[in-house]
């Protein structure tokens, strides 16, 4: 039988679904979306919160995307609790109520009443953390269009957000700053004008980091959100196979962030295959570490838009190609070691995992599609 008429049936191979819209597809190969605790995300209609237990994937709003997210903590207590003495009133503002209907279903937001100054306010003291990048955020609405700020006592002054306009619909909001703490406190504060207003709350959270990641509930202590691992085993007989998917990075993204998107390898460093968004920019890199490695910028994305990918290996010649967003073709060739392959992180250490949501996505098993098709498929 010819070459040619061996690949024009690896073509018809229907893919096995690894990520289908809502789930981890049925029938894909041996895999888990681990994560060691209860993990928040966002319900289709943009405003409900939703929980999921510990090792259950998060399947994010309408589009029903899987969220990936590297750990984070948020060190505010009674992050939905606001009855506890440790959020502390100044100049002014009431506490009206703190058993209205949250985001999540429960009677616990608060509708704060802000007194007439520019600095009424609710903080709450978070002690002397690291200096760095942090974010401050919350879910918020209003009866009628209000403005507030969010607040931070930066080791010697008072840092405010720009007044933040909010609706009656529940959203989230959030404030990036640069931190050199001293004795700190950390809040919501009235619009710089000042003038009477009220402003329901729920979902404090206060964390290190250049962007708002998931909801953390917290109660008398700080809390962590573990890791998002997704890990597919390769049997050792599938020597050849392609993945194609979709990924969209955050709309609120840093430049500075480096996040990796999909891991080939045999557990360590020796010849990794990865996709990452690079340092600087929005540029998705391919790269291929040990003998033979290197790096090919790819192609530039825009933050909040979904991208194609895709990658196939073949560990007989020692080729790994992909194409990012209709790009051309870039591969390596050389010793391929591949028995497994991570999607939503760069490295077999897990140190580079994404702030990401992942699409539909396909592996075509047994076969490494060629340049043309790598460059035009798409996941259905």
């Not at 990520?19 to 993990?39: D, E, F, M, T």
């Not at 207590?77 to 100049?91: E, T, V």
């Not at 990918?309 to 870039?330: E, M």
Request: charge should be positive; charged fraction near 15%.
């Amino acid at each position: 039988m010819s070459d040619l008429i061996l690949l024009m049936r690896r073509r018809r191979r229907a893919p096995l679904r690894l990520i289908s819209r809502g789930s981890l597809g049925p029938g894909a190969l041996p895999g888990a979306a681990i994560r060691a605790s209860v993990g928040s995300y966002v319900a289709p209609d943009e405003a409900t919160v939703l929980y999921a237990t510990e090792n259950v994937p998060r399947f994010q709003g309408a589009p029903r995307r899987l969220l990936m997210e590297p750990p984070r903590q948020s060190i505010f207590r009674y992050s939905q609790d606001f009855a506890q003495s440790a959020w502390i009133l100044q100049n002014g503002p009431a506490k009206s109520a703190t058993n209205g209907l949250a985001p999540d279903g429960t009677a616990s937001a608060l509708a704060l009443q802000f007194g007439g100054a520019g600095n009424s306010q609710m903080v709450q003291a978070i002690g002397t953390p690291a200096n760095g990048t942090w974010t401050i955020s919350a879910w918020a609405r209003a009866p009628v269009e209000q403005t507030f700020r969010f607040k931070i006592y930066n080791a010697s002054s008072d840092v405010y957000s720009t007044g933040i306009r909010v609706t009656p619909e529940w959203q989230r909001y959030f404030f990036t700053f640069t931190s050199n703490f001293g004795a700190s406190n950390a809040g919501v504060a009235n619009a710089g004008g000042g003038g009477a207003r009220q402003v329901e709350f729920w979902g404090m959270q206060l964390e290190q980091g250049a962007s708002a990641s998931s909801y953390i509930p917290t109660g008398a202590d700080a809390a962590t959100r573990a890791m998002d691992v997704l890990n597919f085993a390769i049997p050792s007989a599938q020597q050849r196979g392609t993945v194609v998917g979709t990924a969209m990075f955050p709309a609120d993204t840093p430049a500075s962030a480096y996040l990796g998107l999909f891991c080939l390898d045999s557990g360590g460093n020796t010849n990794r295959s990865y996709i990452a968004k690079e340092v600087g920019g929005n540029t998705i890199v391919f790269g291929r570490a040990g003998t033979g490695g290197g790096q090919f910028n790819m192609a530039t994305i825009q933050p909040g838009v979904p991208f194609p990918y895709a990658i196939g290996w073949d560990v007989v010649t020692g080729a790994v190609r992909a194409s990012i967003a209709g790009s051309p073709v870039q591969g390596f060739t050389g010793t391929t070691l591949a028995n497994r392959f991570l999607i939503g992180n760069g490295h077999p250490g897990l140190n580079s995992p994404a702030s990401a949501e992942f699409g539909i996505h396909d592996l075509y098993p047994g076969v490494l599609l060629p340049d043309e098709q790598l460059q035009a498929l798409r996941a259905a």
